[in-house]
């Protein structure tokens, strides 16, 4: 059937245990993509692509986005009447009107995300997959809201414009198909995501970087990293990781640093980062 089927059959020697082939998959899809036939690796993209969605959604969990507290005049759909306030003021009256009832009603935080995707040599192979979730996860709970994608390397390419429709598979594919190589150019990706929040129309604003935070080119992010409103950093840990760097960071960004000891845990880290900050 020809060498590309060969290596198919070569990805596909994945340990039996792990029930999640369509994630095994995903995970090797990055790293197996260019030794493919177009038809094979649309199939296996679409598969990953899937996985990806499903592992997102059961990645989340409640999240319990916060929401103001309004009282006003009654309107059909609010959430429930303030029976203390609406006491207060039909209360000596002879007869009352509809607009006598309070309500409550709770209206969700708006919030802009950009997040950004260190996508340089180190991040090659399976960690672009797991950077696809939690991407997706962003998307899925920013759903009503503003969100971007950035990935960075020696340069920033936007692969999801703040305000763009764009179907999640779409931007998961993109991310998919990223070649991971190059330097780590911290100051060009904290500048692409901070032009994406600019762009955004109203609400909070928020930053997210995914990064070992090794800085090799670009060597002065804080400056961009302090004109954030809100710049949190995710720092997987490794031999080549600086924490340093990402402390910083996230302190000029009035932000928090999450570190995860391998990639696996991202999605748990925007999980947390999400409850504390959406």
């Not at 399976?126 to 962003?138: H, I, T």
């Not at 931007?171 to 060009?188: H, K, P, Q, R, S």
Request: a neutral charge; one cysteine or more; hydrophobic letters at 40%.
């Amino acid at each position: 059937m020809g060498a590309p089927n060969l290596v198919i059959v070569d990805a596909l020697k994945l340990p039996a245990e792990n029930g999640d082939f369509g994630w095994l998959l995903a995970q090797k899809y990055p790293s197996i993509k260019g030794r493919l036939e177009e038809r094979e690796r649309e199939a296996i993209r679409k598969i990953a692509i899937e996985a990806i969605l499903r592992r997102a959604l059961s990645s989340l969990g409640p999240t319990k986005r916060s929401a103001k507290l309004r009282r006003e005049s009654y309107r059909p759909g609010a959430d429930e009447i303030d029976l203390e306030a609406t006491w207060e003021r039909i209360v000596g009256k002879p007869d009352y009107q509809a607009e006598d009832i309070i309500v409550e009603t709770r209206e969700r935080k708006k919030l802009a995300c950009s997040l950004m995707v260190d996508t340089s040599l180190s991040m090659a192979g399976e960690k672009l997959a797991v950077a696809a979730v939690g991407a997706s996860m962003l998307a899925i709970e920013l759903r009503e809201d503003n969100y971007s994608v950035v990935t960075f390397n020696s340069q920033a390419r936007v692969v999801k414009e703040m305000g763009q429709r764009k179907d999640l598979r779409s931007v998961v594919a993109d991310l998919l198909g990223t070649d991971a190589f190059g330097y780590t150019n911290m100051e060009e990706g904290l500048r692409a995501g901070l032009r994406q929040l600019e762009r955004a129309p109203s609400g909070e604003r928020l930053g997210i970087m995914i990064t070992d935070g090794k800085c090799s080119e670009g060597f002065h992010p804080e400056r961009v990293a302090a004109c954030y409103p809100k710049l949190c950093v995710i720092m997987v840990e490794s031999p080549h990781s600086d924490a340093g760097t990402c402390s910083l960071l996230a302190e000029l960004g009035r932000g928090k640093v999450y570190r995860v000891k391998e990639y696996s845990q991202i999605p748990g880290a925007i999980q947390k980062l999400l409850k504390e900050f959406a």
